[in-house]
C-alpha cells in the first residue's frame, strides 16, 4: 500500500541520530518550492533544539547528489573563511547535518530526498520589507555572499537546473507552453501574453552580452529573494544566506535584480490589488546602496551598467515563469488558490512597466552610488 505523506515523514525523521527525543515536525516557512519542516527535539536536560528538515523537490532538483556536493562545497568554503575572519560559522553559514549513515541526504522509500539543517535560532525572516534598514541589510548580506565566493572554483558547481536564468530560454518555454495551451487558459490572459511578446527582444539583451563575452559568470545565488536570508534578531544584520539549491555560475546583475524585484515594493508577491502594486525607487536606491557597498569594487564598469537591466529582467522572467506555469496547469510553483501563478505574474508585470517609466532614475541611482 503506498504510504501517506506523514508515513514518509515519519520515516525520514529515522534517518538522523538526533541525539535527544523528537517532540514532533511541523511545515515550516513559505518557500514555493521544497517541503519544509521544523523538527522540535528535546535533549536529556530538558533543553529545546530545534532543526530544519527539507524535502527536496526532486522535480525541480533532478540530481540530489549534484545538488547536495554543492551545498557541502560551498558552504564548507564559507565556513573556513568565516571562522578565519572570527566569525561564527554555526550562524553564518548553512550546516548541513548527516545522516546516521553518514549521507548528506536520505532517500526515502518513496522517492524523496530529505536533508537536515541545524536550525539558526533568533533570526528573523522576512517575507516583506518593513524598514529601509532591513532591506540594506540584506542587500549588504547578498553583496557579501557573491564577495566571499569571488575565488570559489567554479567549474566543481554543477549546474543544478539547466537555463535558470536564460531569459532568452524562459522567453521560449513561454512560448511553447502557449502553443499548447494544456488547461485552455490562455484566452483568459491576453493582456499578459501581450505583455511578454511586446518583451521578447528585452530577453535576449543580458543573454547576448555574456554570449559576446563582455559579462564575466560569477559564483552567484540566484534566488536573491528577501525570505532567502535570516536577520540577526539583536543586531538586524542579514547573517545567513539560505536557500543554497540554486548556487551556480551566473550573473552579478542577476542577484541584484532579482532582490529588487522582490523588495522594491511595499506589496506582496501575490498581491491580488495591482493598486497597491508600486515599484518603490527610495527601496531601489537603499538596495543599491548596501549591494554597491559590499561587491562594488569586485564589478565591472559593464556590470554595473547593467543592474537596472538585471532589476528589470529577473522581475520580468519571473512573471513569464509565473505566467508559463498558470498555462501549463501549476506544476511547477507551490499554489494556494486558484489563478495564484496568474496574480504573482501580475504583480511581476506591473513591477516592470513601473520600472520602464523610472529608468534613468534608476541609473541615474546606480551611477551615484558605483
Ligand atoms: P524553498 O526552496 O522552498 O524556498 P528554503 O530553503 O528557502 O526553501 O526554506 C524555507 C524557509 O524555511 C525559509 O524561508 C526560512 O523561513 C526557513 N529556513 C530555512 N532554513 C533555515 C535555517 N537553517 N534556520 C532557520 N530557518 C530556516
Ligand atoms: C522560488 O524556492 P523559493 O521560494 O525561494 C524559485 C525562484 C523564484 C521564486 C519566486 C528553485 O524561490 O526562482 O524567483 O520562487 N526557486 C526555484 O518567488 O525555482
Ligand atoms: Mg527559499
Redesign the pocket.
Not at 541589510?137 to 558547481?157: I, K, V
Not at 560569477?218 to 536557500?243: E, F, P, W, Y
Not at 564589478?299 to 547593467?306: F, P, R, V, Y
Not at 496547469?329 to 495564484?340: A, L, N, T
Given at each position: 500500500m503506498e504510504k501517506t505523506a506523514e508515513q514518509v515523514l515519519q520515516e525520514a525523521l529515522t534517518a538522523w541520530d538526533w541525539n535527544a527525543l523528537v517532540v514532533g515536525a511541523v511545515r515550516y516557512g513559505a518557500?514555493?518550492?521544497?517541503d519544509t519542516f521544523c523538527v522540535y527535539t528535546q535533549t536529556d536536560n530538558g533543553d529545546c533544539v530545534r532543526y530544519i528538515l527539507q524535502r527536496i523537490n526532486t522535480n525541480?532538483f533532478r540530481d540530489p547528489d549534484a545538488l547536495m556536493e554543492n551545498i557541502s562545497g560551498v558552504t564548507g568554503y564559507l565556513r573556513k573563511i568565516i571562522e578565519k575572519n572570527g566569525g561564527d560559522p554555526m550562524r553564518e553559514t548553512m550546516n548541513v547535518i548527516p545522516t546516521r549513515e553518514g549521507k548528506s541526504y536520505y532517500a526515502d522509500s518513496d522517492g524523496g530526498a530529505w536533508r537536515v539543517y541545524t536550525f539558526v535560532e533568533d533570526t528573523v525572516c522576512l517575507q516583506k520589507v518593513e524598514t529601509p534598514e532591513q532591506f540594506y541589510e540584506s542587500a549588504y548580506a547578498f553583496g557579501n555572499f557573491q564577495r566571499l565566493l569571488a575565488d570559489y572554483p567554479a567549474d566543481t558547481l554543477h549546474e543544478t537546473?539547466a537555463n535558470f536564468h536564460n531569459t532568452v530560454w524562459r522567453y521560449e518555454n513561454f512560448e511553447k507552453a502557449l502553443a499548447a495551451d494544456a488547461c485552455g487558459r490562455a484566452k483568459e490572459v491576453q493582456a499578459e501574453i501581450d505583455f511578454v511578446k511586446a518583451h521578447k527582444d528585452d530577453c535576449a539583451v543580458m543573454v547576448n552580452l555574456l554570449k559576446e563575452g563582455r559579462l564575466p559568470l560569477r559564483v552567484t545565488h540566484n534566488?536573491t529573494?528577501l525570505?532567502?536570508i535570516l536577520m540577526d534578531k539583536a543586531s538586524g544584520k542579514g547573517i545567513c544566506v539560505i536557500?543554497l539549491?540554486?548556487v551556480m555560475p551566473g550573473l552579478a546583475a542577476n542577484d541584484y535584480g532579482?532582490s529588487i524585484r522582490?523588495g522594491a515594493n511595499d506589496c506582496a508577491?501575490d498581491e491580488r490589488d495591482l493598486t497597491k502594486v508600486n515599484f518603490s525607487l527610495p527601496l531601489f536606491e537603499t538596495y543599491t546602496e548596501g549591494f554597491l557597498a559590499a561587491a562594488g569594487d569586485a564589478l565591472t564598469d559593464l556590470e554595473k551598467d547593467t543592474l537596472v537591466w538585471g532589476a528589470k529582467l529577473m522581475t520580468l522572467e519571473?512573471g513569464i515563469r509565473f505566467l508559463t506555469d498558470y498555462l501549463e496547469g501549476d506544476h511547477y510553483?507551490k499554489v494556494h488558490r486558484e489563478g495564484h501563478n496568474l496574480d504573482r505574474c501580475r504583480t511581476q508585470f506591473k513591477l516592470v512597466s513601473d520600472m520602464e517609466s523610472h529608468w534613468d532614475e534608476m541609473k541615474a541611482i546606480v551611477k551615484k552610488h558605483s
Amino acid at each position: 500500500m503506498e504510504k501517506t505523506a506523514e508515513q514518509v515523514l515519519q520515516e525520514a525523521l529515522t534517518a538522523w541520530d538526533w541525539n535527544a527525543l523528537v517532540v514532533g515536525a511541523v511545515r515550516y516557512g513559505a518557500g514555493h518550492i521544497n517541503d519544509t519542516f521544523c523538527v522540535y527535539t528535546q535533549t536529556d536536560n530538558g533543553d529545546c533544539v530545534r532543526y530544519i528538515l527539507q524535502r527536496i523537490n526532486t522535480n525541480t532538483f533532478r540530481d540530489p547528489d549534484a545538488l547536495m556536493e554543492n551545498i557541502s562545497g560551498v558552504t564548507g568554503y564559507l565556513r573556513k573563511i568565516i571562522e578565519k575572519n572570527g566569525g561564527d560559522p554555526m550562524r553564518e553559514t548553512m550546516n548541513v547535518i548527516p545522516t546516521r549513515e553518514g549521507k548528506s541526504y536520505y532517500a526515502d522509500s518513496d522517492g524523496g530526498a530529505w536533508r537536515v539543517y541545524t536550525f539558526v535560532e533568533d533570526t528573523v525572516c522576512l517575507q516583506k520589507v518593513e524598514t529601509p534598514e532591513q532591506f540594506y541589510e540584506s542587500a549588504y548580506a547578498f553583496g557579501n555572499f557573491q564577495r566571499l565566493l569571488a575565488d570559489y572554483p567554479a567549474d566543481t558547481l554543477h549546474e543544478t537546473i539547466a537555463n535558470f536564468h536564460n531569459t532568452v530560454w524562459r522567453y521560449e518555454n513561454f512560448e511553447k507552453a502557449l502553443a499548447a495551451d494544456a488547461c485552455g487558459r490562455a484566452k483568459e490572459v491576453q493582456a499578459e501574453i501581450d505583455f511578454v511578446k511586446a518583451h521578447k527582444d528585452d530577453c535576449a539583451v543580458m543573454v547576448n552580452l555574456l554570449k559576446e563575452g563582455r559579462l564575466p559568470l560569477r559564483v552567484t545565488h540566484n534566488d536573491t529573494k528577501l525570505n532567502n536570508i535570516l536577520m540577526d534578531k539583536a543586531s538586524g544584520k542579514g547573517i545567513c544566506v539560505i536557500d543554497l539549491d540554486t548556487v551556480m555560475p551566473g550573473l552579478a546583475a542577476n542577484d541584484y535584480g532579482d532582490s529588487i524585484r522582490f523588495g522594491a515594493n511595499d506589496c506582496a508577491e501575490d498581491e491580488r490589488d495591482l493598486t497597491k502594486v508600486n515599484f518603490s525607487l527610495p527601496l531601489f536606491e537603499t538596495y543599491t546602496e548596501g549591494f554597491l557597498a559590499a561587491a562594488g569594487d569586485a564589478l565591472t564598469d559593464l556590470e554595473k551598467d547593467t543592474l537596472v537591466w538585471g532589476a528589470k529582467l529577473m522581475t520580468l522572467e519571473c512573471g513569464i515563469r509565473f505566467l508559463t506555469d498558470y498555462l501549463e496547469g501549476d506544476h511547477y510553483f507551490k499554489v494556494h488558490r486558484e489563478g495564484h501563478n496568474l496574480d504573482r505574474c501580475r504583480t511581476q508585470f506591473k513591477l516592470v512597466s513601473d520600472m520602464e517609466s523610472h529608468w534613468d532614475e534608476m541609473k541615474a541611482i546606480v551611477k551615484k552610488h558605483s
